[in-house]
């Protein structure tokens, strides 16, 4: 088990320190850090490797990699906090999130670790809620929880509020900033209620501001954490309309809430139900489609399709030369392309590709797309 161990930074696993190391380094993102543990197998290989990969993908100077040192002072700091660090690969990290092609390797925590594996329903909606939505919100959150379902938010103004409320005990709250950031401030009182009852999770370093760009990493975990989502009032340029858009990538369930079509607070729910979404007006009408328990474990993503063992696989290293580097780079764009068509454009093997893309990655030349998708970075 990796998480709880913090009582001497001596003795904090060497796993973890490696794997906090990896993600935290330059130009590491989720997706390139499963790349990388892909091709190496380890955190600890991968940091031994990342340096001369940036370098063949074009950097002058190699990406900086994540100090041991930072690592422990990062560790010291959560544990001052009374908060805990979860791996990817701990037993008791979220079987769900573990299947999103992007997730977080490390994510910070306090509160009940049990949650993580709980079966979970996210409930998220608009900020400036009405009355009736947030009161509809409280009933749907307290009938999952009857229902020994855990509801998921993002501790947010309006909807994720009530929600939060409602589910005490049982809630899950994935936040944008630093596990020490309360945001908004007036959650103070319920960010200590539910680290106390609940579970509070961050993925972002402990002192980390919550950013604009943060809130839609932050949406994919409460989407991943969940076996559905439920959308209660949402605009047309709503937060909750990007939640419900990763539950579609991620093959979640997503369910909405009728509202008046004048409303503006609607019409993104209203839009949702036109397109498929599970009409609700109880709870009832959530659990009665949610996936069983072997449907849950027969969820597959981009990740688990994904089977190439880089290191079963011995690369010709006349194919990864300079000549083929540059045809992957002229076959890209500023548009996203998706894999299958550079296979077929450069004729190379697709460990070969695969290994370009990450050096590529790993440079800060390409940026990687859902789907499988690479783009160049002008």
Request: aromatic share 6%; hydrophobic share 45%; charged share 20%.
């Amino acid at each position: 088990m990796l998480s709880g161990l913090f009582s001497n930074k001596k003795h904090y696993p060497s796993d973890l320190l490696a794997i906090l190391r990896l993600i935290r380094s330059e130009n590491v993102g989720p997706r390139t850090f499963y790349s990388l543990i892909k091709m190496f197998g380890s955190a600890s290989n991968a940091l031994e490797n990342v340096a001369e990969l940036s370098l063949k993908g074009g950097r002058s100077k190699p990406i900086k990699v994540f100090p041991l040192a930072s690592a422990e002072a990062e560790l010291e700091k959560l544990h001052k906090a009374g908060v805990h660090l979860i791996a990817y690969n701990d037993p008791d990290f979220s079987f769900l999130l573990s299947q999103i092609p992007d997730c977080p390797p490390v994510l910070s925590y306090k509160g009940n670790k049990a949650l993580f594996r709980s079966k979970s329903v996210a409930i998220v909606g608009a900020r400036n809620a009405s009355l009736n939505g947030k009161a509809f919100a409280k009933q749907i959150a307290t009938e999952l929880v009857r229902g020994d379902i855990s509801v998921v938010s993002g501790l947010a103004r309006g909807i994720d509020t009530a929600a939060h409320e409602a589910s005490l005990g049982k809630t899950i709250a994935v936040i944008a900033g630093g596990i020490d950031h309360i945001y908004p401030p007036e959650n103070a009182k319920l960010f200590k209620q539910i680290t106390e009852e609940g579970l509070l999770i961050a993925e972002l370093p402990i002192g980390s501001a919550p950013l604009a760009q943060h809130f839609p990493q932050r949406n994919r975990i409460i989407s991943g954490l969940s076996v559905g989502v439920v959308v209660v009032e949402a605009g047309l340029k709503s937060g909750s309309l990007i939640t419900a858009r990763f539950a579609l990538e991620q093959n979640r369930e997503v369910f909405a809430v009728p509202g008046f079509p004048l409303d503006p607070r609607c019409q993104g729910s209203n839009r949702l139900l036109k397109e498929g979404a599970y009409l609700i007006e109880t709870a009832a009408d959530v659990m009665e489609n949610l996936p069983s328990g072997n449907e849950i474990k027969n969820i597959m993503s981009d990740k688990q399709q994904d089977q190439i063992d880089f290191r079963a696989i011995k690369i010709d290293d006349a194919l990864l030369s300079n000549a083929s580097r540059q045809k992957i780079v002229e076959s890209l764009s500023s548009v996203a392309v998706d894999l299958d068509d550079l296979i077929e454009a450069s004729g190379l093997p697709i460990p070969v590709i695969y290994t370009i893309l990450l050096e590529l990655e790993l440079a800060g030349r390409v940026s990687r797309y859902p789907g499988n998708k690479f783009a160049l970075i002008y």
